[in-house]
Nanobody, 124 residues
Framework: QVQLVESGGGLVQPGDSLRLSCAAS????????MGWFRQTPGKEREFVAA????????KYTNPVKGRFTISRDNTKRTVYLQMNSLKPEDTAVYYC?????????????????WGQGTQVTVSS
């Protein structure tokens, strides 16, 4: 069993940066693949970034490539999403998720555990 708690969201202006954190409980964190997804009202949850258990394999959705960076610290049981050059279209609730397969999945159905989400609002 893994419990995930996101933090770091907030209201920022276009061009600003934010770093989201997702802290996990459980000793098996280092074996899980981790992903970040986002969702806006009326839309399906959208893949943002994912990282495998070791951090060797990473995937991003095209709109965030070059602006967002996913990373993990297994000693701290935490995964991060560094978001730079934020745009209004990045506004969403951001969720982290854990996959027991250990892989960097892009589909929500591949994840076993989810956090409660953190709101990111980019507005001038």
């Amino acid at each position: 069993q893994v419990q995930l708690v996101e933090s770091g969201g907030g209201l920022v202006q276009p061009g600003d940066s934010l770093r989201l954190s997702c802290a996990a409980s459980g000793r098996a964190f280092g074996t899980y693949g981790m992903g970040w997804f986002r969702q806006t009202p009326g839309k399906e949850r959208e893949f943002v970034a994912a990282i495998n258990w070791s951090g060797d394999n990473i995937k991003y959705t095209n709109p965030v490539k070059g602006r967002f960076t996913i990373s993990r610290d297994n000693t701290k049981r935490t995964v991060y999403l560094q978001m730079n050059s934020l745009k209004p279209e990045d506004t969403a609730v951001y969720y982290c998720a854990a996959a027991s397969s250990g892989l960097e999945h892009v589909f929500p159905r591949s994840y076993d555990y989810w956090g409660q989400g953190t709101q990111v609002t980019v507005s001038s």
